[in-house]
């Protein structure tokens, strides 16, 4: 029946099946269906937890149910449901009304008497199980209202790969939950054989729409066929030992392992035998699930480490960098500090030279304060005293030279001259030289000096005559 989920409650055993929006449950007592408030309550609070979620995932999620097919609900229970449907006249109740009230559930069993539908042709079951696939092959059941595929334009191979692919599906509903594997192996026929034979370059994907109309008009649902194309990949993955044991396993587990989001240890444990039950692997599941949530929060927590730790490295890097800066500072503050220490000993001996030299000055008696010009001028004076005499003889000889020219006597007279001045230089030296004692240290190099530049301005002059 079309947008229908069947599922059975795992402790009362009580047939369930969510229908157009609303969960209702069958009082096998009163051949009827009723509304089911607890379940939709149930089922709100997890809606609230998670919008995305489905009745159908609800059903197969949750440990208290089991996903049924059509096949497996009642003939009475879906007649009933088939008349609710059609009425549009669904009474409400539940498990507790059930049990208390019996007469108010009779009573308002009289608008959903049953009533077998013999105006339809009896519609192919869905695959066996009790899982969550399960709710999506009952939930895609068109037993009255399936339009039928349409195989014109279909060469004969694709037709016959096609209704191979019908009795394949047929077989494995016959076979209950033993035929899930095969009823997948059928839809996986059909859509290989639909798939690759249609254009989809201009009308999009054509060949997956003939796909999903060929599984409706063999009582699929899409959801249900691309479930089913799940675990045929998944037998298709496995050794032929793996097989065996997928094949014995419920449809819910083989569903659940077949998904792709299935964590890869779980579904290998599966192959391998070591989870046999959809119960077992919804609680491995949930490890695992809390497992990888405390492996992502510890990854988190270990990134949040390094980060802290790359900015306290970065912070350390800082310090060590103002530190060498600061000793390169400090290194140079150091050097200026010796060369300032060098200067101020340099300083403090002349300091100390000068208080000694001022010190042994205080300590002679004062002498006669000398003017320099003075003595220049009287050593001048003594000198010109001295060579006056010749100097007039000098003038003499020159005046006579020149009223007499006579070229042997102007140089016997020069000759006279210079000895006479050589005479005369020593003669000055002599009476000058017991002076220099008598002068202070201070001026005594000065006036040696000044002797020296005159000798040597006479030695020039000299050398030029040559």
Request: one cysteine or more; glycine letters at 4%; charged letters at 25%.
């Amino acid at each position: 029946m079309n947008n229908c989920v069947f599922a059975r409650s795992r402790n009362a055993h009580r047939l369930y099946v969510w229908q157009n929006g609303v969960f209702l449950f069958w009082m096998d007592a009163k051949k009827r269906w009723a509304r089911s408030d607890l379940v939709q309550h149930l089922y709100d609070e997890a809606y609230c937890k998670d919008p995305d979620v489905t009745p159908e995932e609800w059903f197969v999620d949750s440990s208290d149910f089991t996903i049924l097919d059509e096949y497996e609900v009642p003939a009475d229970a879906l007649a009933a449901l088939q008349e609710v449907t059609l009425c549009k006249n669904v009474p409400t109740a539940d498990v507790a009304a059930t049990t208390a009230t019996p007469a108010a559930g009779a009573k308002a069993a009289t608008s959903t008497t049953p009533a077998a539908v013999k105006s339809c042709p009896k519609a192919p079951t869905s695959p066996a199980g009790t899982s969550a696939a399960m709710s999506s092959l009952s939930d895609a059941e068109t037993s009255c209202s399936a339009p039928a595929f349409d195989y014109s334009g279909l060469d004969e191979q694709t037709v016959n790969d096609l209704h191979l692919a019908e009795r394949e599906c047929a077989a494995g509903r016959r076979l209950a939950e033993a035929g899930l594997h095969r009823m997948a192996d059928g839809v996986a026929i059909a859509h290989e054989t639909l798939v690759p034979n249609w254009d989809n370059s201009k009308h999009g994907n054509r060949g997956e729409d003939a796909f999903r109309r060929w599984c409706e008009s063999i009582g699929v649902s899409k959801s249900a066929a691309y479930r089913l194309l799940q675990v045929t990949a998944l037998f298709d993955n496995s050794s032929p030992e793996q097989q065996k044991i997928l094949d014995s396993l419920s449809p819910s587990l083989l569903y659940a392992a077949a998904k792709p989001t299935a964590p890869a240890d779980l579904v290998q444990g599966v192959k391998d035998g070591d989870i046999t039950t959809h119960k077992q692997y919804q609680k491995l599941l949930k490890e695992n699930q809390l497992l990888r949530a405390d492996r992502v929060n510890a990854i988190n927590a270990a990134r949040q480490a390094e980060s802290e730790r790359d900015a306290a490295l970065a912070d350390v890097n800082g310090l060590h960098a103002a530190n060498k800066k600061l000793r390169s500072e400090c290194t140079e503050a150091e050097k200026q500090l010796d060369g300032a220490r060098q200067v101020a000993e340099a300083a403090r001996l002349r300091a100390d030279k000068w208080q000694k030299e001022v010190e042994a000055a205080k300590a002679q008696p004062v002498a006669a304060v000398v003017d320099e010009d003075e003595i220049d001028r009287r050593a001048r004076q003594l000198a010109a005293d001295m060579t006056a005499p010749l100097q007039e003889e000098l003038d003499a000889l020159k005046a006579h030279s020149a009223t007499v020219p006579d070229t042997e006597t102007d140089a016997r007279n020069a000759y006279d001259s210079l000895l006479l001045i050589g005479r005369s230089m020593k003669n000055a030296w002599a009476s000058v030289k017991p002076q220099l004692a008598k002068l202070p240290e201070n001026t005594r190099a000065g006036a040696i000096d000044m002797l020296n530049k005159t000798l040597t301005e006479i030695q020039t002059e000299a050398m030029k005559c040559l």
